[in-house]
Every structure is written in structure tokens, then in C-alpha cells.
């Protein structure tokens, strides 16, 4: 990698989301390979400022929407990368959340339906819930509290899958799936949560690091650039293989193991304060991604150094600023 992406040029190209951390960097991607590109987004989570150096793009066109509300326009490539992705957003309202997982997936999926577009749903690892298989393979049906605070992601996200699955089953839509894990890199939000931005922002102002629990669960940390590869080498993928196929690095970190590498390459001395860990946080969550391999010919390439390195430097620049 990086991949050849001749197969989409010229073609009119959807991003759901697409002023968000993944959706921009995504909506970049496709402009390079010299598509045009739509972004829809209705700023909940996402932010004007991922895309504001597109302002003069000739590609490229912005318009604020909910996908909850249906959307027509004439497209060959839908990705559906809208909802918020990190606890604190997405338990804040969770009705709409399941809402956009739900009737936005499928209000996409109608439009596709009616181009005769291919569609790429960003699904998650979060549907494998608190997993008892490791690493979690795509057949694994996994361990999701329907009733607790974070199922309203979820169960919505699962219930997402199951209208693709419909969709493709019918013979209605070629729709692929890929589910996300832990994905991390400039353009994160500095407040969503997620414990990569909150290493690195507590670091650079030498605020205490907050770890949750004990620190010894487990996540596997993919750099974006690596992720969007996948997420574009997926769209041409055989309807047979369309997925679910899981995208993430399969390298595993404990949390104290990333405050180390936050610590050090930032130079900082800040010091772990622990608190009580979140109701049905996962204790491991690693992918299996041979069928990434085998269906895409990918794997992540950045390392954890590398891309926290280069994290680092966006939230500098981030904080010289006045933000957040």
C-alpha cells in the first residue's frame, strides 16, 4: 500500500459523515483519486474545520444533512460513515443515535437501491460488544448488553449490519460492510473521549492521565491513513465478499502500555489517576483481520510510534491554537 484507486475515478461518490474525524480524511482520499465528491453531514459531531481546506475544491461539494431525514441525489458510491462514534457522544442522545444507525442506514440504502449505487456501510468492533472469543473473527456473533448504556451503539450498529445483509440477500443493493476498530490520528476531537486524544491533550498540558479500571484491558490502535485504505479497497470488492470484513491493526496494547507510549513521545510526567471502569466497557478487543488479507490484500502499515508521533504534532498545533 498505498493502494491504486483508478477503479473510482470520475465517479460522483457519497461520504455520510464526511465532516468528521474518519469521513474527512476519507472525502481527501477520494478527491485524490480524482472523484466527486458529496459530503453530507449535520455537524452534530463532525466539524466544518476537517474540511475547510476543500473550501475552492472543483470535486467537491458540502451540504449540511441528517441522514435520518432521506436524502435523493444521483451518486455511483454511497459510504455511510454517519454517527458518533465515541461514548460520550453517542450516549448523550441515544435515541438518535439508534435513530441514525437505523433509519439513516436505511434510508441509504434506499438510495442506492434506487441508483443502482454500491454502498460501503461503516459498521464497528463495538458490535462484538464485551467479546469471549479474542481476537474476534467476523463470525463471532459476540457479547452486547442490549439494555446498558452503551447499547444504543451497539444494537444500533447491529441492527444496521442486519438491513445490509437484507439489502444484499434481496439482491437489492451491493452493499459491503466493514467493521472499525479503534481508529486514531489527526482530526480526532480533543473532547469525544476516545483515550488516544485523552493521553495525548492530558500529556500536552501535563493534566493527570485518566485511566479507566485498571489499565490491563486491551484495544489494537489503527492509524487512519491505513484504515481509509481499507475502507476504499472495500468498495470494489466482489458482492460475495462484501463482508462483514474487519478493519483495525491487529496489534494489542493494554492502556498502561499507550501511556507509556503517549508519555514518552511527548516528554511529558504527567501521572496516572485511576477511576471506575465505564458498565460494559470491553476487557480485550483485538481483530482478526486474515479475511482483510486474503479479500483486500491489506494490513495496517503504520506503527503505533509513527502514528502517535504524528497525532502528537496535530494536537500541538491543535493547542498552540487556543483549542480545545
Not at 475544491?57 to 460513515?81: A, G, K
Request: glycine share 8%; hydrophobic share 35%; with cysteine.
Amino acid at each position: 500500500m498505498p493502494g491504486n484507486f483508478s477503479f473510482i475515478a470520475g465517479q460522483k461518490v457519497m461520504v455520510a459523515g464526511g465532516a468528521g474525524f474518519l469521513g474527512s480524511h476519507l472525502v481527501d482520499k477520494l478527491l485524490q483519486a480524482d472523484c466527486q465528491v458529496t459530503a453530507l453531514d449535520n455537524l452534530q459531531t463532525g466539524s466544518l474545520s476537517n474540511l475547510s481546506h476543500l473550501n475552492s475544491h472543483p470535486n467537491f461539494i458540502f451540504s449540511t444533512h441528517d441522514i435520518i431525514e432521506p436524502f435523493d441525489s444521483q451518486f455511483d458510491l454511497i459510504f455511510n460513515l454517519a454517527c458518533p462514534a465515541s461514548p460520550p457522544h453517542y450516549q448523550s442522545d441515544p435515541i438518535r443515535t439508534m435513530k441514525t444507525s437505523v433509519i439513516g442506514t436505511l434510508n441509504l440504502l434506499e438510495l442506492a437501491k434506487r441508483n443502482h449505487a454500491t454502498m460501503v456501510h461503516a459498521s464497528t468492533s463495538e458490535i462484538y460488544g464485551d467479546p469471549l472469543q479474542h481476537p474476534q473473527k467476523e463470525d463471532y456473533w459476540g457479547n452486547v448488553n442490549p439494555l446498558g448504556p452503551r447499547a444504543c451503539y451497539d444494537e444500533g450498529k447491529r441492527a444496521a449490519e442486519t438491513l445490509c445483509s437484507d439489502f444484499r440477500r434481496m439482491g437489492q443493493t451491493d452493499v459491503k460492510v466493514a467493521r472499525i476498530f479503534n481508529t486514531y490520528g489527526p482530526r480526532m476531537d480533543a473532547k469525544d473521549g476516545r483515550v488516544v486524544s485523552n493521553f495525548i491533550v492530558q500529556c500536552l498540558q501535563n493534566a493527570p492521565l485518566t485511566v479507566y479500571g485498571d489499565g490491563k484491558q486491551t484495544r489494537s490502535f489503527c492509524y487512519v491513513d491505513d484504515l481509509i485504505e481499507g475502507l476504499v479497497l472495500l468498495a470494489q470488492t466482489p458482492l460475495s465478499e462484501g463482508g462483514p470484513i474487519n478493519l483495525g491493526n491487529p496489534n494489542e496494547f493494554n492502556i498502561l502500555e499507550l501511556v507509556e507510549v503517549v508519555r514518552r513521545l511527548t516528554g511529558s510526567s504527567s501521572e496516572a489517576v485511576f477511576e471506575a471502569l465505564p458498565q460494559d466497557d470491553p476487557r480485550q478487543r483485538r481483530p482478526d483481520i486474515a479475511k482483510a488479507k486474503q479479500v483486500l490484500g491489506w494490513t495496517p502499515q503504520t506503527t503505533i510510534e509513527d502514528g502517535i508521533a504524528k497525532t502528537i504534532r496535530y494536537f500541538r498545533q491543535v493547542l498552540s491554537q487556543g483549542e480545545p
